[in-house]
C-alpha cells in the first residue's frame, strides 16, 4: 500500500459519536462487525443543527433537483434558500471570521455537504460554486482586496458564480484552451468562447481561464480571471441538453475589458490554479449522499411494492457502495485537514461517487420498469417523476468535472505512481 493511500486508515476521528446518517441505517446489519468511524461530539451536535434547520425551513413541496437542471421558479426558492443558509454562516464554514467566515474545518465543511445532498436541499449553485471551489481558490490565490471584495458576498449567498473553463477543444486537456486574454493598459481584453458551462445565464460572475501568453508550453500561458457578467462584449446562449431544463450555456467574449486587478494569483500561472479548483470541486461528498439517498427511497419503494430477488440484492448492493462512496469522500476532507490538497484522493472520490449515481439510477428504473420512465409532467409517475429525472441528469454525471478516464488516469499515475 503506498503513501497516498495511507488516509483511509487514518481517517478514523477520535471519540465515540454517532455514525452518520447514511451510516446509521446500516447499523443494524452491520452491528458488532463494523469500524466505528465516528464523530467529535462538536461535530455531531452541528450535525443535528443542520438537521434542525432543515426541518424548520425546507421549502414545502420542494422535489430537490439539481441546480444545473431547475425551472426558473425552482431557481427562485433555491435562492431565497442560499440566503437562509448564508445567514447561518454555513456558505463560509472554513474561512477566516474577518471574511464572514465560521473558521471550522474541512470535516464539519463535509457535514454540512453530506446532509445538504442527503436531504435535498435546494441548490441554487450558489454553496455548490461559490463557497466549495471559486471562494477557496480566491482565499488561496487572491489578493487581500479581491478577498474583501468577493469573499462576504459569497458567504453571504448574494452572488452566484460560474466556472469558465472548458472550450469545445479544451475540456480534458484543459492547457488546449484558445481563449485569449490580451493586455492592453491597465486592462486585459477577453476574446472566445467557453462552452457547456452550467449556470451561464443565472450567474453574476464568472471564474475564468484565458491564455495570456502564445510562446510557451501551452500550459504554461494559461491565467485565471474574475470577469464581471454584466461586462460589455460578453453573451451566454442556453445549450440544449438531455434534462429538460439543463442549463448549460455558452459565452461568448468579445472584446471584453477585464481590469488586470481582476487577474487570479500570477499572470500564466493559471493551469496550476486551475488544477487546485479542479481537486476543491472533485470532493463529491453531497452526491455520494445523493445517491445514498436515492437508494434508500427505492428500498422505501421495494418495501411497498414487492421487488424481485436480483434487484433486492442489487439494493444492498447500492447501499453498500453508496456508504463506501461517502467515507471515500471523508477521506479527502480529512487530507484537507491535514493542510494537505487531495489529488488521487479526490480523484477517487469522484470517480466512485459519479460512477455510482449512474448505477444507483439504473437500478431504479429497472426496478421500477416502465413507470420509472414516467417524466414529473405526468400525473401517475412515481415519486413524481424523480426517478426519470435523476435517470436523466446522471448521464453527465461521469463527465462534468473531469471525466471518469481522466480521473483513472490521474489516480494510476498520482496514486499508484505507474507511468503516463
Ligand atoms: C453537465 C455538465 C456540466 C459542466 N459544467 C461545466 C462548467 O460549469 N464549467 C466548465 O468549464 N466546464 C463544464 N463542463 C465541461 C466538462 O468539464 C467537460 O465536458 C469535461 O472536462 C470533458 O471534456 P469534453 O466534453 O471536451 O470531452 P473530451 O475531453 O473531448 O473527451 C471525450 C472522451 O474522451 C475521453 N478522454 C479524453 N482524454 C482522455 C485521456 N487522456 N485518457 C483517456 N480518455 C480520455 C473522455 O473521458 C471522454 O470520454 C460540464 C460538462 C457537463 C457534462
Not at 308 to 335: G, K, V
Request: proline residues 5%; contains cysteine; neutral net charge.
Amino acid at each position: 500500500m503506498g503513501a497516498n493511500w495511507a488516509g483511509a486508515v487514518e481517517c478514523q476521528q477520535a471519540g465515540t459519536g454517532e455514525n452518520s446518517s447514511a451510516l446509521a441505517s446500516l447499523g443494524g446489519i452491520y452491528n458488532g462487525l463494523a469500524m466505528h468511524f465516528g464523530f467529535t461530539p462538536a461535530q455531531n451536535a452541528f450535525r443535528q443543527e443542520i438537521r434542525d434547520f432543515l426541518a424548520r425551513e425546507m421549502p414545502t413541496g420542494w422535489r430537490g433537483r439539481h441546480f444545473i437542471w431547475m425551472t426558473d421558479d425552482e431557481w427562485r426558492v433555491a435562492r431565497e434558500f442560499d440566503r437562509k443558509l448564508g445567514k447561518q454562516g454555513w456558505l463560509a464554514l472554513t474561512w477566516p471570521k474577518e471574511y464572514g467566515g465560521q473558521q471550522r474545518g474541512p470535516m464539519e465543511q463535509a457535514i454540512f455537504l453530506e446532509e445538504m445532498g442527503y436531504n435535498r436541499a435546494p441548490n441554487s449553485g450558489g454553496w455548490a460554486h461559490g463557497p466549495v471551489f471559486v471562494g477557496p481558490t480566491i482565499m488561496h490565490y487572491g489578493s487581500a482586496e479581491m478577498k474583501a471584495e468577493h469573499i462576504p458576498p459569497i458567504s453571504r449567498g448574494d452572488l452566484l458564480w460560474c466556472q469558465g473553463f472548458s472550450e469545445p477543444i479544451a475540456g480534458s486537456d484543459l492547457a488546449a484552451l484558445e481563449t485569449s486574454a490580451e493586455r492592453d493598459g491597465d486592462d486585459y481584453v477577453v476574446n472566445g468562447m467557453k462552452h457547456l458551462i452550467g449556470m451561464g445565464q443565472r450567474a453574476d460572475w464568472c471564474i475564468l481561464a484565458a491564455r495570456t501568453d502564445t510562446h510557451v508550453p501551452k500550459h504554461k500561458g494559461v491565467s485565471l480571471f474574475l470577469v464581471d457578467m454584466r461586462s460589455p462584449g460578453v453573451r451566454v446562449e442556453l445549450m440544449p441538453t438531455l434534462p429538460k431544463y439543463g442549463t448549460q450555456t455558452r459565452i461568448f467574449f468579445k472584446q471584453v475589458r477585464v481590469p488586470k486587478s481582476r487577474l487570479l494569483g500570477e499572470e500564466n500561472h493559471g493551469f496550476y490554479q486551475m488544477m487546485t479548483t479542479m481537486d476543491l470541486e472533485r470532493n463529491r461528498i453531497m452526491f455520494a449522499a445523493d445517491a445514498a439517498r436515492t437508494v434508500d427511497d427505492l428500498v422505501a419503494y421495494a418495501r411497498q411494492h414487492k421487488a424481485a430477488p436480483l434487484l433486492r440484492h442489487r439494493l444492498a448492493e447500492r447501499r453498500i457502495e453508496a456508504s463506501t462512496a461517502i467515507l471515500l469522500n471523508y477521506r479527502i476532507a480529512w487530507i484537507q485537514e491535514q493542510g494537505r490538497i487531495p489529488t488521487a484522493e479526490a480523484s477517487i472520490g469522484k470517480l466512485f461517487s459519479e460512477e455510482l449515481r449512474k448505477r444507483v439510477s439504473a437500478t431504479g428504473i429497472e426496478m421500477i420498469g416502465l413507470m420509472g420512465q414516467l417524466s414529473y409532467e405526468e400525473a401517475l409517475a412515481p415519486n413524481n417523476g424523480g426517478w426519470c429525472d435523476h435517470y436523466l441528469g446522471m448521464v453527465s454525471s461521469t463527465i462534468v468535472g473531469g471525466a471518469s478516464e481522466v480521473q483513472r488516469n490521474i489516480i494510476a499515475q498520482r496514486g499508484l505512481g505507474l507511468p503516463r
